[in-house]
C-alpha cells in the first residue's frame, strides 16, 4: 500500500475540532434514532396510518414497514445533490443544510395527524415527511465520513467510527424511550398520542446539531473548486469504485435495518411481549457504542479490508444456527443473546471501518459524493426494505429462519465486493499519500 507518511504521533484534537467531530456525529445520532424509532413503532403506524376501510392486519403491517422503505427511495437523491454541494461548497456547509432538513422531516413524523383525523391523507403525508428525512439522510453519512475521515488520516478509522457508536447511542436511547412509552402507557394512551412522545424528544436533538455545525470547523483535506463538477466525474471514471463500493455497504446495510425490525420480527412470529421484544435491542444499542472505535482502531493498526471479510464470513456462518436457535425456545434472553452476537460482528468488527473503508477507496475531491451515493444505494438495496421483505418472505414461507437466509446471501455479495475492492484501495492510498 505504500509507505505511510504521516506522523504517527497522536495529535489531540483542538477545541474546534471536538466541536467539529461532536456536531457531525450528533447530526447521525439524530439520523439513527428517528430510523430506529420509526421501526420500533412501525405496528402502531400500521394501526393508526395504514388501517384505512379494509385494509388491517398484515397487510397494513406490511404497508408501515414499507412506509419505512420510502425514505431509502429519497437517500439516492439526497447524496446525489447534499453529496455535490459538500465537494463543491464544503462538508461543513453539507451537515448544516441535512440537519436542517432532518429536523424538519423529524418534526413531521411527530406531528402529522391519524387517520381517524384526516382520513387517507394521513399515510401519504406520513410518507412525505419520510422522504425529506431520507433525502437528508441521503447525503449525511458521505458529508460526516469525509469529515471524520479527513481528520487524520492514519487514524481515519478511529475517527470515522465515532458516528458508529453515536449511532449506538441512538439505538439504546430509541429501544428505552420506547420500552418506557410501553411501560409507562397502555396501548390505547400510546395510539391516542403518547408514541409522539419519542418523537418529540428526537425533534429537540436537530436545532442543537445545526447550532453545533455552525460552530464547527471545515475539513482540512477540502479544497474549494467553483467549475468542479462531482456527479459527472464519478460517472465518468469511478462507477466501478461506486459499484464495489455498494457491495461491501451491504452487510451492514442488511444488519442495521435487520436489528431495526427484530422487534416487531419478536413480537409477530415469535409472540414475544412488546417490552421483551425491545430488550435485545436495548441490549445491541450498549454494545454498539463501545465497539467500533475498538475495532476500527485494529483495523488502523493492521488491515481493515482482511479484518471485515473474517468478521463478515463468521456473521455469515453464524446468523442460521443461531435463529434455529432462537426460534426453538423463543424467549427475550435468548433474543438478547443473538442481536448482541450479531451485533459484535456487524456493527463492532465490519460495519466500524466501512468508512475509512470508503475513505480509502474515493480520493478527496470526490470524497462526500462517491460516499453518499454509495451508501445511500446500499441502503436503499439492501437495508430500507429488508423489514417489509423479510416480513413477507417469513409470513408466505412459514419458514422463521428466513431473515437469516437474506442476511447469509447478503454477507456472500459483500464479501466477493471485499475481494474485487482491494487493487482500488491500493491505487487511492499511494495516490493520496504520495
Known amino acids: 500500500m505504500g509507505t505511510q507518511k504521516y506522523d504517527p504521533a497522536f495529535s489531540a484534537p483542538t477545541h474546534g475540532e471536538i466541536i467539529t467531530i461532536l456536531a457531525t456525529t450528533l447530526g447521525g445520532a439524530l439520523e439513527w434514532y428517528d430510523l430506529l424509532l420509526y421501526g420500533l413503532f412501525s405496528v402502531t403506524f400500521s394501526r393508526l396510518f395504514f388501517s384505512v376501510g379494509q385494509t388491517g392486519g398484515s397487510l397494513a403491517l406490511a404497508l408501515s414497514l414499507g412506509s419505512f422503505g420510502v425514505a431509502f427511495i429519497a437517500r439516492p437523491l439526497g447524496a446525489a445533490w447534499l453529496g455535490s454541494w459538500s465537494d463543491r461548497h464544503g462538508r461543513r456547509s453539507g451537515l448544516i443544510v441535512s440537519s436542517v432538513l432532518m429536523t424538519i422531516g423529524t418534526g413531521a413524523v411527530a406531528l402529522v395527524p391519524d387517520s381517524q383525523i384526516i382520513g387517507p391523507f394521513a399515510p401519504v403525508l406520513l410518507v412525505a415527511s ?20 479527513e481528520r487524520d488520516p492514519a487514524r481515519r478509522g478511529f475517527y470515522s467510527s465515532l458516528q458508529w457508536s453515536a449511532a449506538g447511542f441512538s439505538v439504546t436511547l430509541a429501544g428505552s424511550l420506547t420500552w418506557c412509552t410501553h411501560q409507562i402507557f ?52 469511478d462507477r466501478k469504485r461506486i459499484l464495489l463500493g455498494i457491495g461491501v455497504i451491504g452487510l451492514g446495510a442488511a444488519g442495521s435495518a435487520l436489528n431495526v425490525y427484530m422487534p416487531t420480527y419478536a413480537r409477530t412470529f415469535l409472540h414475544l411481549s412488546e417490552t421483551g421484544s425491545l430488550a435485545g435491542t436495548i441490549v445491541s444499542g450498549i454494545v454498539s457504542i463501545v465497539l467500533p472505535p475498538l475495532f476500527a482502531t485494529l483495523g488502523d493498526k493492521s488491515n481493515r479490508r482482511k479484518m471485515m471479510i473474517v468478521a463478515a464470513g463468521i456473521a455469515g456462518l453464524c446468523v442460521w444456527p443461531l435463529f434455529e436457535w432462537l426460534t426453538l425456545a423463543p424467549s427475550t434472553p435468548r433474543l438478547m443473546v443473538v442481536q448482541s452476537i450479531l ?31 454509495a451508501y445511500a444505494a446500499s441502503q436503499l438495496l439492501f437495508g430500507g426494505f429488508t423489514p417489509a421483505l423479510v416480513s413477507m418472505l417469513t409470513r408466505s414461507s412459514e419458514l422463521l429462519t428466513m431473515p437469516a437466509l437474506y442476511f447469509l446471501i447478503i454477507a456472500i455479495i459483500s464479501v466477493t465486493s471485499l475481494y474485487l475492492v482491494a487493487p482500488l484501495i491500493c491505487t487511492t492510498v499511494r495516490k493520496e499519500l504520495s
Do not use: C
Request: no cysteine; charged share 20%.
Open 186 to 237: 397502555t396501548d390505547a394512551q400510546i395510539d391516542a398520542g403518547a408514541w409522539r412522545l419519542p418523537f418529540l424528544f428526537g425533534l429537540l436533538m436537530g436545532p442543537f446539531a445545526t447550532w453545533l455545525r455552525l460552530r464547527g470547523e471545515e475539513s482540512r483535506d477540502f479544497v474549494r473548486q467553483d467549475n468542479h463538477l462531482p456527479l459527472r466525474e464519478i460517472f465518468d471514471k
Open 130 to 149: 419520510r422522504v425529506v428525512q431520507g433525502f437528508a439522510a441521503g447525503g449525511e453519512f458521505g458529508s460526516a465520513s469525509a469529515m471524520l475521515a
Open 343 to 373: 451485533t459484535v460482528l456487524i456493527y463492532g468488527a465490519y460495519f466500524s471501518s466501512v468508512p475509512a473503508l470508503l475513505a480509502d477507496i474515493f480520493p478527496p475531491r470526490n470524497r462526500a459524493s462517491s460516499t453518499a451515493l
